[in-house]
């Protein structure tokens, strides 16, 4: 008898502790004053620049700590100085006639986070270092592609010479995490350069410039940076802690408990926001990384999955990819899967890209009466098909998948499209093939800041994806799209380049190598509390400089 | 003598079964799947997957890769967790002591639930109230504890705001040093109220949900133990003597019937081990659970066959510590009556 | 053959061998379902039994593939009751009702593949290594012991990681963790009685070890793997459904596992259908299979009966 009253009033006192200790939300009362939380849906795999891989979660924590010579503002797209003083340009000499030598003038009077003063040997040790490892996952091809040597002239002047003219160098390989500037003395300090091996220190501990430290990394759980308060620029307010992991929904009920000031979600659950106190919904802009899935050209005999009955050519005939196109029901996923969010891109380039045409034709509407037109012409309607397309499971790709699955096989029960569904691991490995041994598969573009990594990964026929699926095979006029392209990546006069991609645009629509599902929304969420918001698509995912906010 | 032999036998035959579980591990990971996949990154070149098999020692044959995982375990290093960007062997130590405090809590629950339960129901065996306790035990072990801990979760958590999620507050838990690992004992160490509350608060409702579900291993033994108990001689004559029920049993059946629970803590163990791997990713507990699961789906091996070895050596410990214990007690048994 | 006994008093004819068997079989239904939570397992087993023979009927089969889940994109999130579903959508669109119904024919076919084929390997094995003795034996055990000393669930999740988000592989995955149990029974089984005296008798009598194993081991090995196979039928539902929630079976088929994982991503909003309908059946399926389990465990056992 005892032991049960023991227990019951025991238990009483668990609960009632509970009530009065537990973090429970006072209205208007800013939570974590000082801090900013910020929950994230992925982790960082590195913080080295020299080893990031460009749309992973490292490139983030890169953008706060680490500074680059040139910088993209929150406002525009436009450049504004960094670690470099001014932008090299024609007129003040920073960039030579030829075009193929950048000079930059570095800030004096900046300190690493470790105390040392920046000097032009610690950038051209980062971008060399970058190059030397040349390690298969990072990006330092995006250096070692247009760069022929690196050179200093002073203890705060640094030199560039290029291979060839870009037409993007300033403003995509500069603003780039892999050009991002190291401290030389803390590498050399900790392994040094080894080539082709990545650098165990670096990969977990950072030695920058910028407005944020490194504290800790404590995996699988959260990564916590403070303010730096030698910061060369405008001081941050916040330190911050990145929640990491977790689903989506635990997230919404952080924020709206107040647990976490910012964070990533996905469109499906803005509805569970809409009205909640507190709570400000961000939705300014779209993804630079339009979901897509491809058409192989160039299927190996006798790999397709069993199940798939159609032949190797399959997708020669521009019919059919154009079909394929027609009868996706573009609505459907945006409205559901999206949630409204998104918006339909051209082939190949994104919306808020230079380069972009608002007028170009675009496929957003499901047109079944096209599509069996097509069909019946390429001669396949009778007969019908099966093909698998392989894609991650159980995100917005499997969806998409879904989504084309259903559109196809309602349009002709003798027609089917098996989703193959596997695991992120499988799936790479899949997709490093080449020749790849699948029909079609899933996925988003990589962000890029410029019109050229777009059409040259993923359209030009001698590029990327260009050679793995024999877009030759498939081109009416490969060599006219191959030709345009490269035009368009050396044109220095941007009236005359932007004129070329919007020719491009037009000639793809009809010859598509793609089928371009939606072109992502921005969707973020924050506390009201949260001062200073402000996102720029072209910074790495989650588009934020935690630098700017406060409370 | 006999015992002796017993342990000894047993002791020699380990070393075999830990080898057969690492060839079936090592064996899953390399025949089935993609051993490579979670190094790579996307839209990766065939050369630059090559340089990434040579970091990894994956471009050998199977049998070369076997003996240097086996010769790397040796020397402490279990490969590299493509999960946690960074080596097992580091990350390891953190996240059991995490789960081991779960589990410990969980295992205490279940316990104290499972013998009131088994010992009411055996008590009143056949009526009304041994029926009810039967379907209250064996829910909790036909509860799916993923859907059971998120109804928890909504009531607790979403709703009424009472119950927390993770390990621990962030700020309180900087807020001390961390000697063992085990957030508890660390408090208790660093005599901080505020921290041992903290610790405790997270754990109850992952211990409630995983404990619960153990509770009906434990109660069905307890009950039957005790059913066989009550129809011993001795019962009889205490109660004919006149001693109350309630003594009889409190005092010398319950106590007989705890010997043969003892051979189901080894399942009981089992079932915790298990259950922490879905408990920890609802509760967002830091365990080896929620990091194992995290690696099946993203196929990091390197975490996948340590965590697999690790649980199957631990399980296999513990099951021969309880029958060594079981054959001890046993045997005092037969040669005392 | 050999002659009867002269004595007419002691008559053994397979007449009433038969009834004696019979009654046997009454009393322990008897048994069985006196007990009222067997009961109340038995009507569960029965209901859900009935949904998934008749699920056909109860809602239309999607076209073409009935296993798949009907996705309306139109209707995504629904309450249960909004827009004629009556149990509300998930995610996707997918009518949770159907869900329910046809998810009754998967765990069905779930739990009988599995079972069924890992009985019928375990018993083989088990018995073969218990007949023939000597190394066979040896060999075999140790591979049983090793396979036993990975816990179930880690087991099967290694292994259906590594086969790929299927639904057969979910059936591969078990399997291939649950015949050792079987294997073990049966091996008990057989050389429990190998030692017994009648099989001496039956030996000197002439029958061959075959006809003793189909006769005596059999018949006897029944109740026990019996019981395991009633427990077996709720828990493999219950660890394929977390080999789902986890995320290792496919997408958008009408099975519990999967839709509670796929509808889990919500309850924190409020959207408390998708997955709280499916994880209910999987509890009462397991729930049923538990109670009945028990219930044939107590029956059958000869020690708990009332002196």
């Known amino acids: 008898m005892n032991f049960k009253y023991f227990i019951k009033y025991l238990s009483y006192g668990f609960f009632a502790g509970a009530i009065a200790l537990s973090p429970v939300t006072v209205i208007g009362q800013v939570k974590n004053p000082g801090l900013l939380v910020h929950a994230a849906d992925d982790e960082p795999t590195t913080l080295d620049p020299a080893q990031v891989e460009p749309g992973e979660g490292g490139e983030t924590i890169i953008l706060q700590v680490y500074d680059r010579l040139l910088d993209i503002g929150p406002a525009s797209a436009a450049l504004i100085p960094s670690l470099a003083v001014e932008i090299p340009s024609l007129s003040n000499g920073g960039i030579s006639g030829d075009g193929l030598t950048y000079t930059f003038k570095l800030r004096s009077g900046v300190t690493f986070h470790d105390g040392?003063?920046?000097?032009?040997?610690?950038?051209?040790?980062?971008?060399?270092?970058?190059?030397?490892?040349?390690?298969?996952?990072?990006?330092?091809?995006?250096?070692?592609?247009?760069?022929?040597?690196?050179?200093?002239?002073?203890?705060?002047?640094?030199?560039?010479?290029?291979?060839?003219?870009?037409?993007?160098?300033?403003?995509?390989?500069?603003?780039?995490?892999?050009?991002?500037?190291?401290?030389?003395?803390?590498?050399?300090?900790?392994?040094?350069?080894?080539?082709?091996?990545?650098?165990?220190?670096?990969?977990?501990?950072?030695?920058?410039?910028?407005?944020?430290?490194?504290?800790?990394?404590?995996?699988?759980?959260?990564?916590?940076?403070?303010?730096?308060?030698?910061?060369?620029?405008?001081?941050?307010?916040?330190?911050?802690?990145?929640?990491?992991?977790?689903?989506?929904?635990?997230?919404?009920?952080?924020?709206?408990?107040?647990?976490f000031d910012t964070i990533e979600t996905d469109p499906s659950f803005i509805a569970d926001l809409e009205g909640a106190d507190g709570v400000t919904i961000y939705t300014g802009g779209l993804l630079l990384e339009p979901l897509h899935i491809g058409f192989n050209l160039n299927i190996p005999k006798g790999s397709l999955p069993d199940g798939d009955t159609i032949s190797e050519d399959f997708f020669h005939d521009p019919r059919i990819r154009q079909a394929f196109n027609h009868a996706f029901d573009y609505q459907a996923f945006l409205n559901g899967p999206l949630a409204g969010y998104g918006a339909f891109n051209p082939h190949y380039t994104p919306i808020g890209i230079f380069g972009h045409d608002a007028d170009a034709p675009v496929y957003s509407e499901k047109n079944y009466a096209e599509a069996e037109r097509l069909f019946r012409e390429a001669g396949v309607w009778d007969e019908g098909f099966a093909v698998s397309v392989i894609t991650e499971e159980g995100n917005l790709f499997a969806l998409m998948c879904l989504v084309l699955k259903d559109s196809i096989e309602r349009l002709n029960p003798n027609f089917r499209i098996n989703v193959l569904a596997v695991a992120e691991s499988v799936f790479d490995d899949a997709h490093a093939q080449n020749p790849l041994e699948y029909a079609m598969w899933a996925k988003n573009a990589d962000p890029a800041a410029d019109p050229n990594f777009y059409m040259q990964a993923y359209q030009h026929p001698d590029g990327e994806w260009g050679e793995v699926h024999g877009f030759a095979n498939g081109y009416r006029d490969a060599a006219k799209v191959g030709e345009l392209i490269d035009s368009a990546a050396t044109e220095l006069d941007p009236a005359k380049r932007s004129a070329i991609y919007r020719e491009l645009q037009t000639i793809l629509y009809d010859d598509p190598m793609w089928l371009i599902g939606a072109q992502e929304g921005v969707v973020m969420a924050h506390r009201d509390w949260l001062k200073g918001f402000a996102m720029q698509p072209l910074w790495p995912r989650p588009s934020l400089k935690f630098s700017f906010f406060d409370k | 003598m006999q015992l002796r032999d017993y342990i000894i036998r047993r002791l020699m035959v380990l070393p075999i079964l830990i080898l057969g579980v690492s060839i079936v591990v090592f064996t899953l990971t390399r025949v089935g799947g993609s051993p490579i996949g979670i190094y790579l990154s996307h839209e990766m070149t065939p050369e630059e997957v090559l340089k990434i098999e040579e970091r990894f020692g994956l471009d050998k044959p199977v049998l070369v890769q076997y003996i240097q995982w086996l010769k790397g375990i040796v020397s402490g290093d279990f490969g590299w967790s493509g999960v946690a960007s960074a080596p097992v062997a580091e990350v390891f130590p953190i996240k059991l002591a995490a789960t081991l405090e779960l589990a410990t809590a969980a295992g205490l629950v279940a316990l104290f639930l499972g013998i009131t339960l088994g010992t009411f129901a055996g008590a009143r065996r056949n009526r009304f109230p041994d029926h009810l306790t039967r379907i209250v035990a064996v829910s909790g072990a036909s509860l799916p504890q993923f859907w059971f801990g998120i109804l928890l979760l909504i009531i607790f958590w979403a709703q009424l705001g009472i119950a927390p999620i993770g390990r621990s507050d962030a700020t309180i838990f900087a807020s001390i040093s961390h000697p063992t690992g085990l957030y508890t004992i660390d408090a208790i160490l660093a005599g901080s109220i505020r921290a041992l509350w903290d610790a405790i608060w997270h754990l109850i409702l992952p211990a409630l949900t995983l404990g619960y579900g153990a509770t009906a291993i434990i109660a069905r033994m307890m009950r039957s133990a005790l059913v066989e108990e009550l129809q011993q001689d001795y019962v009889d004559a205490a109660r004919a003597k006149g001693l109350a029920e309630k003594l009889v049993i409190k005092r010398h059946a319950r106590r007989n019937a705890l010997v043969p629970t003892i051979t189901v803590i080894g399942l009981t163990f089992g079932f915790l081990l298990q259950g922490t791997i879905t408990i920890e990713i609802i509760y967002r507990w830091p365990g080896i659970g929620r990091w194992m699961a995290d690696s099946v789906l993203r196929g990091d091996q390197a975490t996948l066959m340590t965590y697999v070895l690790f649980t199957s050596v631990l399980f296999l410990l513990v099951n021969l510590i309880v029958d060594v214990i079981y054959a001890n007690l046993d045997r005092r048994v037969t040669l005392g009556k | 053959m050999t002659n009867p006994p002269q004595s007419s008093n002691i008559t053994i004819t397979k007449d009433s061998a038969f009834s004696v068997k019979i009654n046997r079989f009454l009393a322990l239904l008897q048994r069985l379902l006196s007990n009222p939570t067997t009961v109340i397992g038995l009507i569960i087993i029965g209901l859900m039994l009935s949904m998934a023979i008749f699920a056909p009927w109860i809602t239309t089969a999607n076209i073409p593939d009935p296993y798949q889940m009907p996705r309306d994109w139109g209707a995504v999130r629904k309450p249960p009751g909004e827009m004629g579903y009556l149990l509300g959508t998930t995610n996707e669109g997918g009518d949770v009702f159907y869900g329910i119904v046809w998810g009754s024919r998967t765990s069905l076919q779930l739990s009988i593949y599995v079972v069924g084929s890992t009985m019928i390997i375990g018993t083989i094995i088990g018995s073969i290594a218990g007949l023939l003795g000597g190394w066979v034996d040896e060999v075999l055990m140790r591979i049983v012991d090793v396979f036993l000393s990975i816990p179930e669930l880690i087991f099967a999740l290694a292994i259906a990681a590594v086969l790929g988000p299927s639904f057969t592989n979910i059936i591969i995955a078990l399997s291939l963790v649950i015949w050792v149990k079987y294997a073990r029974i049966m091996r008990a089984q057989v050389l429990q009685i190998k030692q017994n005296d009648f099989v001496d008798a039956a030996r000197i009598v002439g029958d061959s070890k075959f006809n003793i194993y189909i006769k005596d081991i059999l018949p006897n090995a029944v109740t026990p793997v019996t019981v395991q196979a009633t427990l077996d039928m709720g828990n493999v539902v219950l660890i394929g459904a977390t080999l789902s929630f986890i995320g290792l079976s496919e997408a958008g088929i009408a099975e519990w596992g999967v839709l509670v994982s796929e509808g889990q991503a919500g309850i924190a909003s409020g959207r408390w259908w998708a997955s709280t309908f499916p994880g209910l059946m999987i509890f009462l399926w397991a729930l049923a299979f538990n109670l009945l389990g028990d219930g044939l465990r107590d029956a059958l056992d000869p020690r708990l009966e009332d002196r």
Request: aromatic share 6%.
């Open chain 1, 116 to 259: 040392t003063s920046l000097t032009a040997d610690d950038v051209k040790y980062s971008w060399d270092r970058a190059m030397e490892m040349n390690l298969p996952e990072g990006n330092a091809g995006a250096l070692s592609d247009v760069i022929a040597s690196t050179e200093i002239i002073d203890d705060l002047t640094f030199r560039v010479n290029l291979s060839e003219p870009s037409a993007s160098f300033l403003n995509s390989t500069v603003v780039s995490m892999v050009a991002s500037v190291v401290s030389q003395d803390a590498v050399e300090a900790n392994g040094g350069v080894k080539a082709e091996t990545p650098n165990r220190f670096m990969a977990g501990n950072m030695v920058g410039t910028g407005p944020y430290k490194f504290v800790v990394w404590n995996r699988n759980e959260n990564l916590q940076l403070e303010v730096n308060e030698s910061y060369w620029g405008d001081n941050a307010k916040l330190d911050v802690r990145i929640e990491i992991g977790g689903d989506p929904d635990v997230r919404v009920l952080g924020l709206r408990a107040g647990e």
